[in-house]
């Protein structure tokens, strides 16, 4: 990290304001360089900004200096005119002066390799500025407060515990230390273990705030499912006709229910098919089913109740929607919470509204353990867990080999942070991130 690298931190195209972020080691001489010299650290002076004597702009310029910035290296900002030539001619002299554009992600990295956050609050930072929904926003600020953080930090402090003990009894055999010291780990590593299985129980409630809570409408053919679809989304995006089988594909809309990200899918209606487009469409709708976590079962007067071949698919946790009601009301199946409507006359969309809702509100939120919001975060939870369990049956034959087990288990929690092994990772966490951060 001896180069000193810029990028524009604001949008790209044409705006008001412009922002271009510079961090590294030649930050000052580049300020200097471009007449604007002699900044005090944190107080925003406007200068002229030139270069080989032609006037860039008249900026807002703010320098930082290291390690109190947020990469921890010496850094700048320059608050441009949002025009593009503005914009190019500053990036121009940058170049000229010896500066490499960033990479993505590339201001975050080098924050995170000088300590000024652990790897799990760099993903929090990507994940803030995706953010679009409040709870989202919530989350993402939470774990880059270090949230997730201290919990898994947490596990790994039991684990040392657990591990203390057994190395005890394994590297002082000979001295005075209690018999089976290492068996008293024993206590200490189940409620570990309990831990990392509530937070793998748990998983998936932070991906489904961060990615989007899948809600798929399945049904037989005609049953109204387009219909409502379009209800919902508000808008013609589904194609309605009279004819059977018109739905052919997955058709996905993305939502925001109670303050949380949706994604809205309308399926094809089910039904043994000869057609060869409708089959391919009906095998897709059957695949999202099973993937959903919420199905709304829309059904229709004379439809065919326990033999619709949707029911198959249908949870307990699952709702019936009752629809057509202005043509009467369809055979409601026993044990599953039902609600009639009509999008014809709009009779119970709202209801349903409030009960998705509450739905999100319930799988979303309300868990002790903060959210484990990627995949990779998961893993290395599974890979404790299998470890721990490993170590507690290995403490009554062989302390020696526990100690291993812990000691892999330890490793896993601590790539989350990026405590240890990070450089195998780091390309995963930051590749996915815009250029100015």
């Not at 580049?30 to 900026?59: C, F, M, W, Y």
């Not at 989007?212 to 409408?217: A, D, F, N």
């Not at 509450?358 to 470890?387: I, Y």
């Not at 490793?411 to 930051?430: Q, Y």
């Amino acid at each position: 990290m001896t180069d000193t690298i810029f990028a524009l931190a604001t949008a790209p195209g044409r705006g008001a304001v412009a922002i271009i972020r510079i961090s590294g080691p030649e930050t000052a001489t580049v300020l200097e360089r471009l007449g604007a010299g002699g900044i005090k650290p944190r107080l925003a002076s406007v200068r002229n900004l030139t270069h080989d004597g032609r006037l860039i702009d008249q900026a807002l310029v703010l320098r930082f200096v290291g390690p109190h910035s947020y990469t921890g290296e010496d850094t700048a900002e320059l608050h441009l005119h949002g025009g593009r030539a503005v914009i190019e001619a500053a990036s121009g002299a940058l170049i000229a002066l010896g500066l490499r554009p960033a990479e993505p992600g590339e201001f975050t990295r080098r924050a995170f390799q000088n300590g000024r956050m652990d790897l799990a609050q760099a993903e929090a930072v990507a994940d803030l500025i995706d953010a679009e929904t409040e709870a989202q926003k919530s989350q993402a600020l939470g774990q880059l407060d270090g949230a997730l953080s201290a919990a898994y930090a947490g596990f790994r402090a039991d684990l040392l515990k657990a591990l203390s003990l057994v190395e005890a009894e394994i590297d002082f055999p000979d001295e005075e230390v209690p018999d089976n010291l290492a068996r008293t780990a024993g206590p200490v590593l189940d409620h570990l273990a309990a831990d990392l299985r509530a937070a793998l129980a748990d998983a998936d409630r932070g991906t489904r705030v961060r990615e989007g809570y899948r809600i798929v409408l399945i049904g037989e053919t005609n049953a109204g499912k387009s219909s409502l679809f379009n209800a919902l989304t508000a808008r013609e995006a589904a194609i309605v006709t009279p004819i059977a089988g018109t739905t052919r594909d997955v058709l996905d809309a993305e939502l925001m229910i109670g303050g949380y990200a949706v994604t809205l899918s309308d399926t094809a209606g089910l039904r043994d098919s000869e057609d060869v487009v409708e089959a391919e469409g009906i095998r897709r709708a059957r695949l999202r089913a099973e993937t959903a976590d919420l199905r709304l079962w829309v059904r229709a007067p004379g439809t065919a109740g326990d033999e619709d071949p949707a029911a198959a698919f249908v949870r307990p946790d699952d709702l019936q929607v009752l629809n057509k009601a202005d043509l009467g009301k369809a055979e409601a199946r026993p044990g599953l919470e039902t609600l009639m409507l009509s999008t014809t006359t709009g009779q119970g969309l709202a209801e349903l509204h409030d009960w998705i809702a509450a739905r999100l509100a319930r799988d979303l939120s309300g868990a002790d353990f903060p959210a484990v919001t990627r995949e990779r975060h998961r893993r290395r939870l599974a890979e404790a867990l299998e470890a721990v369990e490993a170590g507690r049956r290995a403490l009554d034959l062989a302390p020696e080999m526990a100690g291993d087990d812990l000691r892999r288990a330890a490793d896993a929690l601590a790539r989350v942070t990026g405590a240890i092994g990070v450089e195998d990772i780091l390309g995963e966490v930051f590749s996915s991130f815009c250029i100015g951060k």
